[in-house]
């Protein structure tokens, strides 16, 4: 365990290990942890991986896109969109659901395996990408590049 991290200490004197506070998503004053988001997205059965962020908009809500890696040859369509809408109404919050869905091919992660959330966070708010993460620290550096792309175009 680590500072930064929500943990739960049981009854029993045991501890529950939920995530990263960093990666706590709070939608109307329910705060989630992403990790949840994803074992309800994951899931679907054609779902193989996931990145969700909140992306604050003033005067808003807030935006909250999830993205996925899907099995080869799956297309994300209405139908999928909406399984996976469901499963994280059902599993995890209807607050939770997310604002859009996009298939991307791969979603980046650092050497040691972590998401990247905050520096795609960071990139969707406008953050110039080399000062979001240092790309000699991924796993998978062009992974970024849908996410640059997206904000160039938002």
């Not at 059902?90 to 298939?103: A, G, K, M, T």
């Not at 650092?110 to 796993?139: F, H, N, W």
Request: charged share 30%; aromatic share 6%.
């Amino acid at each position: 365990w680590r500072h930064g991290d929500w943990i739960e200490i049981t009854a029993r004197g045991t501890a529950v290990i939920y995530g990263r506070s960093d990666s706590t998503i709070n939608r109307q004053g329910v705060r989630m942890g992403t990790s949840e988001i994803y074992r309800a997205v994951q899931s679907a059965p054609d779902v193989l991986d996931a990145l969700v962020v909140d992306v604050p908009r003033p005067g808003t809500e807030g935006w909250m896109p999830l993205f996925v890696v899907l099995r080869e040859g799956v297309e994300l369509d209405d139908e999928l969109r909406a399984e996976i809408k469901r499963r994280v109404r059902e599993q995890c919050s209807p607050r939770h659901v997310p604002d859009e869905v996009f298939q991307i091919h791969e979603g980046p992660r650092t050497l040691s395996g972590k998401v990247l959330e905050v520096p795609v966070k960071r990139i969707l708010t406008g953050t110039p990408p080399d000062q979001a993460a240092s790309r000699d620290s991924l796993a998978n550096p062009g992974a970024l590049d849908y996410f640059v792309e997206l904000a160039a175009s938002r």
